[in-house]
């Protein structure tokens, strides 16, 4: 074989060996993007069994304690909440201690400290743990001020737009809830929504997909009543 086609061979193989290894690191650096992705929590194994209802007795459980949490803090400050709950904790504490160590005085034994194996167990954060958790926060951060810099800026005029429509409605959200009521009503949603989704997934997917359809050819129409400037490229 001719020794210049022999090295174009080579060289060919490297260069589509090197792009499969960059589309392959590609990929999974996509992937642990979304793997650390506060979407990737909602959709994980034990929230969807949760938020879905598999074990009504858990589910119910994580539910009322989330929906106590939220209205005490609607009706006190948090300051207030997470004092009375720490509260509550240190007497349930220090009672099981007190009541441990009257059995043990009447029972002459030497079972040692109730919480011993708890104090000895290790609770400090690893620095790598601490470091993937802060470099994660860090991505969600520029994403988000790299989103809110072209929104702002206009780069694109129908998503800025779409912006300042949305915040023209939530001026008429906060006039009627505050953030609690709305923490306290995601919570049912997020508890309540599943379940009927799950029954009725096919009636509701048909309306979902008229009403983008809906939303798509009004934003169509409006896109080719601006001037020509300001119209986003067809690529996009």
């Given at each position: ?101 009257v059995v043990q ?70 006039a009627v809830f ?59």
């Amino acid at each position: 074989m001719d020794p210049m086609t022999q090295s174009t061979q080579i060289s060919s193989s490297q260069g589509l060996g090197d792009g499969h290894n960059t589309a392959a690191k590609d990929s999974k650096m996509s992937d642990s993007f979304l793997s650390s992705s506060p979407v990737s929590l909602i959709q994980s194994p034990q929230v969807k069994d949760l938020i879905h209802w598999r074990d009504p007795k858990k589910s119910g459980v994580v539910f009322g304690v989330s929906m106590l949490v939220l209205l005490s803090l609607a009706a006190f400050s948090v300051i207030s909440v997470v004092s009375y709950l720490l509260l509550a904790l240190l007497c349930v504490t220090i009672t099981f201690r007190i009541y441990k160590s009257v059995v043990q005085a009447v029972q002459k034994s030497s079972d040692g400290h109730p919480f011993k194996s708890l104090i000895e167990k290790d609770v400090s954060i690893a620095p790598e743990t601490f470091r993937k958790h802060v470099d994660s926060s860090l991505t969600y951060i520029n994403r988000a001020l790299k989103q809110l810099s072209r929104l702002f800026l206009v780069e694109d005029l129908v998503d800025s737009l779409k912006l300042a429509v949305v915040m023209w409605l939530l001026t008429y959200v906060g006039a009627v809830f505050n953030g609690i009521t709305i923490l306290i009503l995601a919570n049912i949603l997020l508890f309540a929504i599943p379940p009927v989704y799950e029954k009725n997934k096919t009636q509701i997917d048909q309306y979902i997909d008229v009403a983008r359809t809906q939303i798509n050819s009004t934003m169509a129409k409006l896109q080719e009543k601006l001037p020509g400037a300001l119209k986003r490229p067809k690529s996009e």
